[in-house]
Nanobody
């Protein structure tokens, strides 16, 4: 019932800023104990966690991306946004948004939803 959908440009020029929006329906991005993440997968590589905005509005990022990435949310629109600055061709990937419930103490619930992913290509 919960649906997530990514949207944004499919092609971005190097050195510019990538902005992607995840629209959420069927649940609220302020749902208690739920984390809303951005994850990407470069071609031929594994999934890479980028960052998260939990229900409390705080943000956390991977160490490799923290200098370039930011996440914001619009509770009135029930959506959250990823911005990645100074992109390079190495940022080419399929980008996903995800919702997951973490109950703490290493216990994770079965609440786990993914968007379909959106291809982003960075041109040099």
């Amino acid at each position: 019932q919960v649906q997530l959908q990514e949207s944004g440009p499919g092609l971005v020029k190097a050195s510019q800023t990538l902005s992607l929006v995840c629209a959420v329906s069927g649940d609220s991005i302020t749902r208690t104990w739920t984390a809303w993440s951005w994850i990407r997968q470069p071609p031929g590589k594994t999934l890479e966690w980028m960052g998260v905005i939990p229900y409390d509005g705080n943000t956390y990022f991977s160490s490799s991306l923290k200098s370039r990435a930011s996440i914001s949310r619009d509770t009135s629109k029930n959506q959250f946004t990823l911005q990645l600055t100074s992109v390079t061709p190495e940022d080419t990937a399929v980008y996903y948004c995800n919702a997951a419930e973490d109950l703490g103490n290493g216990v994770i619930s079965e609440y786990d939803y993914w968007g379909q992913g959106t291809q982003v290509t960075v041109s040099s």
